[in-house]
């Protein structure tokens, strides 16, 4: 599913803080449980505009991680670059919270948790400088994304630390999870084209997204 432009409503549309508040955020959630997109509430003048973009009680009280382990940036030269789709494997597992801060980009992601009645769905997001928004990506989601203009730039906070023997990925161009690219992939890196389609690793994958007791 891709979601609405900025400023449109969502099926669990919810606005933090009061009225007196210098500005919370906007939290809409998505069809897949958990996962939201958050926009900004400005508090705009004549110099321009002075906002909150992370809370922890606000995500606190939308059940959401609040922890943020590490942050990262990514650059990319050209249009249609692609990267994806990422994930870590339990006890691993990371929420993201990722933002273009430069450019645009479409932002996809899928619930790999074998639970959940959503599982293997996707939706899709525009996130860009101008818009302003983030998308929130709960933990075993797969993620991945296309730059659609040049000199684009993100910002992911995540919620837990990179661990390579945890990480894994599913080819973005897999055809049973239908995601659709928008542009023509100009830059993509060996590694995310390498990664397998869900039929040649479902099994493993569905037994080790599975929540065991102790492991969120």
Known sequence: ??????????????????????????????ELAGAFIIELETRDDSRG????TFCQRE??????????????????K?????????FQFPPFAETKLVRATRGSIVDIIVDLRPESPTY???????L?????????????FAHGYQALEDGTETSYQVGQFYAPGSEGGLSPFDAALGLSWPLPVTEMSEKDRAWAPLSDCEGTLR???SLKEGVQ
């Open 1 to 30: 599913m891709t979601w609405p432009a900025a400023g449109a409503t969502g099926p669990h549309g919810s606005t933090c803080g009061s009225a007196s508040d210098w500005g919370g955020m906007r939290f809409i959630e998505t």
């Open 120 to 126: 293997r769905r996707h939706i899709s997001v525009e």
């Open 128 to 140: 860009s400088a101008d818009n302003h928004r983030a998308l929130y990506v709960p933990e075993r």
């Open 207 to 209: 037994d080790r997204m």
């Open 78 to 86: 050209h249009r249609g670059t692609l990267r994806g789709m990422h």
């Open 49 to 52: 505009f002075f906002a909150r």
């Open 59 to 76: 995500f606190e009280a939308h059940g959401l991680n609040p922890v943020v382990a590490q942050t990262n940036v990514a650059f990319n």
